[in-house]
Structures are given as structure tokens and as C-alpha cells.
């Protein structure tokens, strides 16, 4: 990977708050788009979701997940398939309300996203981290990397 598409990366996943996420249940996918805040390690992101949506159900039944970040598309001259993307494979689990860490990662996810605070006052939203299990980046057209969540950290060492 060059070092441009390295420091690609690290923008798309750091800097984006707006995420496609797709969940599956039984043989159904769906896919919908979610707030995210990404912690400093590039390879876990917090998620504040209502349990009524139906992405959320099915999170509660299979845990396993996708996060899809792309450059915006923005210049109608751009072949769109020349656009950098990374889809993130993991797993989500709610952050408790009452554990240790619930406290910090609200702030984490505030400072990302302060129009949210309002949706912390409401009892059917919780709080949830998404943890990468592997990547898949492609930087533009016909280029293609596989990533580990090591290999995130330590993207996120360099940025």
C-alpha cells in the first residue's frame, strides 16, 4: 500500500461520522446507515443505536456486522469506481450503561457527534462498539487490500 492510500485510509476511517452498516438475520441482510465514531486505534467504532430499528434486532440475533466508509462522490466527472472505499467485517456488543468504560465512550462519541445528545436521553437507544475482525480497502479501480485489525492500530500509530 502507498502511502497516499495509506493516509486515505486512516481519513475515511477516522474522520468519517456517516457509515453504511450491514447486519443480517436468518437469510435476510439489511443495510442502513448509522453515525459512527471511530476510537483512536482505527479498529473499533461506536455505534448509538435505537433497539426499535430494525438493524439493531438484528445485532441483538447475530451479532455479526459491516461498516462500509467511502470518499464522497462528489465530482460528476469521476468514475465513481475510482472512489476509495473500505468495508469492515466484525462483531457488535452493546457498552453497558453502568460499566466503567460506559462514561468515557459517551464522551468519545459526544465530541465525534454533539448533536446526539440528545438521543442519550432517550431509553431505547444504547450504546454500542463495533470491533473489526478484518477489512477489505480498495483504494480505487482494480486495487485491492486485505487488513487485520493490527494492521489498522497500526495505521493508526502513523497518522
Known amino acids: 500500500m502507498t502511502p497516499e492510500e495509506q493516509r486515505t485510509l486512516a481519513r475515511l476511517l477516522g474522520a468519517s461520522r456517516w457509515a453504511a452498516l450491514a447486519t443480517s438475520r436468518d437469510d435476510?441482510?439489511?443495510?442502513s446507515w448509522v453515525a459512527v465514531a471511530p476510537e483512536p486505534d482505527l479498529a473499533r467504532f461506536?455505534?448509538?443505536?435505537s433497539r426499535l430499528a430494525r438493524?439493531?434486532?438484528?445485532?441483538?440475533?447475530?451479532?455479526?456486522?459491516?461498516?462500509?466508509?467511502t470518499?464522497?462522490?462528489s465530482d460528476p466527472?469521476?468514475?465513481?469506481?475510482?472512489?476509495?472505499?473500505?468495508?469492515?467485517?466484525?462483531?457488535?456488543?452493546?457498552?453497558?450503561?453502568?460499566?466503567?468504560?460506559?462514561?468515557?465512550?459517551?464522551e468519545r462519541y459526544l465530541a465525534r457527534l454533539p448533536h446526539a445528545e440528545?438521543?442519550?436521553?432517550?431509553?431505547?437507544?444504547?450504546?454500542?462498539r463495533f470491533v473489526a475482525e478484518s477489512a477489505r480497502y480498495v483504494p480505487?479501480?482494480?486495487?485491492?487490500?486485505?487488513?487485520m485489525p493490527d494492521?489498522?492500530?497500526?495505521?493508526?500509530?502513523?497518522?
Do not use: C, K
Open 28 to 31: 435476510e441482510p439489511f443495510a
Open 46 to 49: 461506536l455505534l448509538h443505536l
Open 55 to 69: 438493524h439493531t434486532r438484528y445485532l441483538a440475533v447475530n451479532p455479526r456486522a459491516a461498516l462500509a466508509f
Open 71 to 73: 470518499e464522497p462522490d
Open 77 to 106: 466527472g469521476r468514475d465513481p469506481q475510482t472512489l476509495a472505499r473500505v468495508t469492515v467485517q466484525g462483531t457488535v456488543a452493546i457498552v453497558p450503561r453502568g460499566s466503567a468504560e460506559y462514561a468515557a465512550e459517551r
Open 118 to 128: 440528545r438521543t442519550f436521553a432517550l431509553g431505547d437507544f444504547e450504546l454500542h
Open 140 to 147: 480505487g479501480f482494480g486495487r485491492v487490500h486485505r487488513l
Open 151 to 159: 494492521d489498522l492500530r497500526a495505521l493508526a500509530r502513523e497518522d
